[in-house]
């Protein structure tokens, strides 16, 4: 069985490659795919991910059904929307491996800085995908700006949203890590944490604070979107247990599970999981040194106030999400 799976999934891979390069090639690559019984269960989803993205050649199949074999440009039907310092990176990296997904590696901002240049613009970004795969993009940023929901909204009412969420508190030290990484002058954590320390008011709108207010993000998602289309990644999860959550994500997006325990390693110097084999190459790979880095000790005193000022944003998080995902 593992190595008939084996089969349809390099068939398929082939199949993707060929088609890259002409459609005679594909026609018979992919054939040879359909023989070894690849076809029918990725394209399963079609039928709720094609939503009117692109402008393609389409081909008629033997059996008479339309059916395109040419790789071209489409809009995305999922998307990473958040959360910075997520775990967004490694959540898109692992998914790429399924050969059902084919991903922008950078991030487009498309929704959030060049909406203007329009959606050909964004599309002529997209890797060529086949029918029947998944295009998708992460923009982390995407979760917290205002204007992004409705244009989303506008272009796909039925885009699957992916949101990888971490404690807020270490998200907020993940950030300003990064934040110190790039200006390293700027005054601590501790200090930008406050608006008024002697008071302790805690300044909820410096961003890596109010980037971690996830439901009162959720809520401008709401109002365009149902939850059911927006899938909750567990960030910690993904670390401890990634075949876990990919298994999760790959069922949301309606995939077969083909991500699994197998491709993934500890790696204990880099002290995340890694992946055996990442896409379009043979050797192991653990994400680049921005990920996964050391963060500051931060005071006891301040991660107390930190608790209890996002304890009521949690839980609120928790209810509107239907998912408690244990910070406490
Ligand atoms: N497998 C694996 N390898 C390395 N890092 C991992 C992994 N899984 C999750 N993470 C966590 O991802 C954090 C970075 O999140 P993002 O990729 O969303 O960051 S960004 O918003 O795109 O800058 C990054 O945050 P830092 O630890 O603060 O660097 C990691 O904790």
Redesign the pocket.
């Known amino acids: 069985m593992a190595t008939f799976l084996g089969h349809k999934h390099d068939a398929r891979r082939l199949a993707q490659k060929v088609a890259l390069m002409s459609p005679f090639g594909a026609l018979c690559v992919y054939a040879l795919y359909l023989l070894l019984g690849g076809g029918a269960p990725h394209l399963s989803h079609l039928s709720r991910h094609g939503t009117g993205t692109g402008n393609g050649t389409g081909t008629r199949a033997a059996n008479g059904t339309e059916r395109e074999w040419t790789a071209r440009r489409r809009l995305p039907q999922a998307l990473i929307v958040?959360?910075?310092?997520?775990?967004?990176?490694?959540?898109?990296?692992?998914l790429r491996l399924h050969p059902d997904v084919r991903a922008l590696g950078s991030?487009p901002h498309f929704f959030d800085r060049h909406y203007a240049r329009g959606l050909p613009w964004y599309r002529s970004l997209m890797p060529k995908a086949l029918e029947g795969q998944i295009v998708m993009e992460?923009t982390?940023?995407y979760f917290v700006t205002e204007e992004t929901p409705a244009r989303i909204y506008a272009m796909s009412r039925d885009i699957k949203l992916i949101v990888?969420v971490?404690d807020p508190i270490?998200?907020a030290?993940?950030?300003y890590?990064?934040i110190i990484s790039k200006t390293p002058d700027i005054p601590s954590f501790e200090t930008l944490t406050f608006k008024n320390r002697s008071t302790g008011q805690i300044d909820s709108l410096w961003s890596p604070l109010w980037i971690g207010l996830y439901a009162t993000h959720l809520e401008r998602w709401l109002a365009y979107f149902p939850l059911s289309q927006i899938h909750f990644v567990h960030?910690e999860r993904?670390?401890s247990d990634?075949a876990r959550e990919l298994g999760r994500v790959q069922d949301f997006l309606g995939l077969q599970r083909i991500v699994t325990d197998k491709h993934?390693y500890f790696?204990k110097t880099?002290?995340?999981?890694?992946?055996k084999k990442p896409e379009g190459s043979s050797k192991p790979h653990?994400?680049?040194k921005?990920?996964?880095?050391?963060?500051p000790k931060i005071e006891p005193e301040v991660i107390q106030k930190l608790r209890e000022f996002y304890r009521p944003h949690n839980q609120r998080f928790y209810k509107i999400s239907g998912q408690d995902f244990g910070w406490r």
């Open positions: 958040g959360v910075k310092k997520g775990g967004t990176r490694a959540l898109l990296e692992f991030e992460k982390p940023r990888v971490r270490t998200r030290i993940s950030d890590t990064q960030g993904l670390i990634p993934f790696n880099k002290g995340f999981p890694c992946l653990c994400l680049g921005t990920k996964g880095r050391t963060h």
